[in-house]
């Protein structure tokens, strides 16, 4: 049995058939479809809602400190 060194590739007859491999990407671009499309849950939609609250604050907070500093 031979070692490959690093950065040796694969035998030819080692690759996918291209049918094979594209229904690999058909399958990949349904499932990532499927993720990006789904709704985002409630409990998470709160919590990007109370960050974005807080940064308002927080900026609110640090513009009134840098007028009374001038």
């Given at each position: 049995?031979k070692?490959?060194?690093?950065?040796?590739?694969?035998p030819?007859?080692?690759?996918?058939?291209?049918?094979?491999?594209?229904?690999?990407?058909?399958a990949?671009?349904?499932?990532?479809d499927?993720?990006?499309?789904?709704?985002?849950?409630?409990?998470?939609?709160?919590?990007?809602?109370?960050?974005?609250?807080?940064?308002?604050?927080?900026?609110?907070?640090g513009?009134?400190?840098?007028?009374?500093?001038?």
């Open positions: 049995m070692v490959r060194s690093v950065g040796e590739s694969a030819d007859d080692a690759a996918l058939n291209p049918k094979a491999l594209d229904a690999i990407g058909q990949l671009k349904a499932h990532y499927e993720l990006v499309y789904a709704p985002l849950p409630d409990k998470f939609v709160d919590l990007l809602a109370r960050l974005e609250i807080e940064e308002q604050r927080a900026a609110t907070k513009k009134g400190r840098r007028n009374a500093v001038k």
